[in-house]
């Protein structure tokens, strides 16, 4: 064998061997590529699902608000003389109106919506 044979040979086994680290690097990038795609509606599954636990937390304790906020409003109207208590009380009932127009429908574990609070 020669040298020109010898060099030859030696540069098509580099060349193989290039090309076959491309073919593998390639492959690895295809499977990391499956593996994102797969990944990815878990992840935003699971980020949705803990926005969702969030926003039902906000929204008890938003009734919950609303629930002390009309039992000390009911107390002081209790107190107040009695020409107070009637115009009070529409704009008790006024603001209640109001807090649930604004308050958007929670989800129900049965899959219906109901407005909170």
Same mark, same amino acid.
Not at 32 to 54: F, N, W
Not at 90 to 108: E, G, K, W
């Given at each position: 064998?020669?040298?020109?044979?010898?060099?030859?040979?030696?540069?098509?086994?580099?060349? &193989? &061997?290039? !090309?076959?680290?491309g073919?593998?690097v390639?492959?690895?990038?295809?499977?990391?590529?499956?593996?994102?795609?797969?990944?990815?509606?878990?992840?935003?599954? =699971?980020?949705? =699902?803990? !926005?969702?636990?969030?926003?039902?937390?906000?929204?008890?304790?938003?009734?919950?608000?609303? =629930?002390?906020?009309?039992?000390?409003?009911?107390?002081i109207e209790?107190?107040?003389?009695?020409?107070?208590?009637?115009? !009070?009380?529409q !704009?008790?009932?006024?603001?209640?109106?109001?807090?649930?127009?604004?308050?958007?429908? &929670?989800?129900?574990?049965?899959?219906? &919506?109901?407005?909170?609070g």
């Amino acid at each position: 064998m020669s040298q020109l044979d010898s060099i030859l040979d030696k540069a098509r086994r580099g060349l &193989t &061997t290039s !090309v076959g680290l491309g073919v593998l690097v390639f492959q690895n990038a295809q499977v990391q590529r499956r593996e994102l795609s797969k990944a990815a509606p878990r992840a935003l599954q =699971e980020l949705s =699902e803990a !926005v969702g636990d969030r926003l039902k937390t906000i929204g008890e304790k938003l009734a919950d608000l609303d =629930e002390r906020a009309d039992d000390i409003f009911d107390d002081i109207e209790q107190r107040l003389p009695d020409p107070l208590r009637a115009p !009070v009380r529409q !704009v008790h009932v006024a603001v209640r109106d109001l807090r649930s127009q604004a308050t958007p429908p &929670t989800s129900s574990d049965d899959g219906e &919506t109901s407005p909170a609070g």
